[in-house]
């Protein structure tokens, strides 16, 4: 079983600026894509960025040139650089990891992490 582990998250002031880190661990596992998910009630988990293990990236329109996503694969960590943070921002933010465990394709989601941006 692959889990996550998840750091980071808080408190900020509009404008300011955040790192989310994310760890994954387990045995006999391989990582293909990782990255960050965020929701708010009553909504949907949207994705926020995420990052194959070849260093294709992908961001939601909203956060794009403010967040940036990186990967240490040899580490199996994933960390996600957040500035110029908005109200809108606010939400939990899930690490996610797809890959293979034992041959088998698994996703693996972390505990989530609360983000809360002031106006």
């Known amino acids: 079983q692959v889990q996550l582990v998840e750091s980071g998250g808080g408190l900020v002031q509009a404008g300011g600026s955040l790192t989310l880190s994310c760890a994954a661990s387990?045995?006999?596992?391989?990582?293909?894509?990782m990255g960050w998910y965020r929701q708010t009630p009553g909504k949907q988990r949207e994705l926020v960025a995420a990052?194959?293990?070849?260093?294709?990236?992908n961001y939601a329109d909203s956060v794009k040139g403010r967040f940036t996503i990186s990967r240490d694969n040899a580490q199996n960590t994933v960390s996600l650089q957040m500035n110029g943070l908005k109200p809108e921002d606010t939400a939990v933010y899930y690490c996610?990891?797809?890959?293979?465990?034992?041959?088998?394709?698994?996703?693996?989601w972390g505990q989530g992490t609360q983000v809360t941006v002031s106006s």
């Open positions: 996610n990891a797809a890959g293979k465990n034992f041959g088998r394709k698994y996703d693996a």
């Open positions: 387990g045995t006999a596992f391989s990582i293909d894509a």
């Open positions: 990052m194959t293990s070849g260093g294709s990236t």
